[in-house]
Structure formats: structure tokens, C-alpha cells
């Protein structure tokens, strides 16, 4: 966790802030000193919120609830973040028709559960100077699991690899429903 560290009471330096009450009513432009003296006369802390504005802002605040708060804010934004993780799958350029439908299915299991995928295909030897025959396979492979997924980054030979990005669909994929069911399931 990222918690941004504030300077807080006689931690601030400068001669003179701008002052927003505990309510949030703005106070104005006062000297540091009187600052911290009102903050100390509420039993609450002088917090230097906007060190870079011109004069830095200040908020008298319980410093303890604040940084829980962020605490708490930075848990639920972290919560509602969906990551994706990024899979990879290899093969020839000499793939047979069968390998090929298994990685597709994999491909799409992968693409259901709402992780993206990279698709690559390595050139041995003398098969560089067929490059545009690995392009054509990663087409292909791109159309067998189109249903559960789109093209993100186009098929394309960089150096001995033809590489291709797939993205799953936008529409709710089986790992966000799956953790709604998990989650009704829970407050039944």
C-alpha cells in the first residue's frame, strides 16, 4: 500500500498557509503560528494537505482518522480494480491442426475468465523467411476463438517471433460474475 505521508504540526515550515477548518469552511491566508495554536486550541492536528499550491493549504483534522480514512479509500478503490492478467501461448509455425484447436481452447478458457492473451509463434532456422505464413496462422487462430475474444494488437513478425495481443470481450466476463454469485451468496 501507497499512503501518502503528510507533514503534520510543527512538522510545516512555512511562514504563512491557507486554512481550512475541521467543517471545511475555508478560513483563509494566516500566519503558521495561528495556525497551529487554533488547531492545538480544538485538540485536533494542523495537516499540510497541498504542500505545492501558493501558500500551501492546511486542514485542522484528527490526523489519526484521516490517514484511516485513506487507508480505507485506497482498500476499496484497490477492491473495485479488475486486473488482467496477461497468458501466453507458444507454437510452430509447423503446428499441427489438432495442437492447434487445443491451444485455441485454452486460449478461450483463458479469454473467458477475462485475462488477455499473447499469442506468439517462434521461427526456427530457415522458417524467418516465412514469416508471413506465421502472421496468416496467428489470423487464423485469432478467428477460431473470436468468440471469446477480440484482436487487441494486430498480428505482426518482430525479429524470430510473429506476436499477436487477444483482449476478452467487453461485456461481463465469467470471473466478475462469478465472484457477483460468490458475493450474493455470501450476504444470503
Request: glycine fraction near 4%; hydrophobic fraction near 35%.
Amino acid at each position: 500500500m501507497i499512503i501518502k505521508e503528510f507533514q503534520i504540526n510543527e512538522e510545516i515550515r512555512d511562514a504563512e498557509v491557507r486554512l481550512i477548518d475541521e467543517n471545511g469552511t475555508a478560513i483563509g491566508i494566516v500566519p503558521i503560528q495561528t495556525a497551529q495554536e487554533l488547531a492545538e486550541k480544538r485538540n485536533l492536528d494542523l495537516v499540510k494537505i497541498s504542500p505545492n499550491a501558493k501558500p500551501p493549504v492546511c486542514k485542522i483534522l484528527d490526523y489519526g482518522k484521516f490517514k484511516y480514512e485513506q487507508i480505507k479509500k485506497e482498500k476499496e478503490s484497490k477492491k473495485n480494480q479488475q486486473v488482467a492478467n496477461l497468458k501466453e501461448i507458444r507454437m510452430s509455425l509447423r503446428v499441427e491442426e489438432h495442437d492447434l484447436n487445443i491451444k485455441a481452447r485454452n486460449a478461450r478458457k483463458f479469454l473467458e475468465e477475462g485475462d488477455k492473451v499473447k499469442v506468439s509463434v517462434r521461427f526456427r532456422g530457415r522458417e524467418i523467411a516465412y514469416a508471413h505464413k506465421g502472421v496468416e496462422l496467428l489470423n487464423r487462430f485469432a478467428e477460431k476463438v473470436s468468440d471469446a475474444g477480440s484482436v487487441e494488437k494486430e498480428a505482426k513478425a518482430e525479429g524470430r517471433n510473429a506476436i499477436m495481443f487477444l483482449k476478452p470481450h467487453t461485456d461481463k466476463s465469467k470471473k466478475s460474475k462469478k465472484k457477483a454469485v460468490e458475493k450474493e451468496e455470501i450476504e444470503s
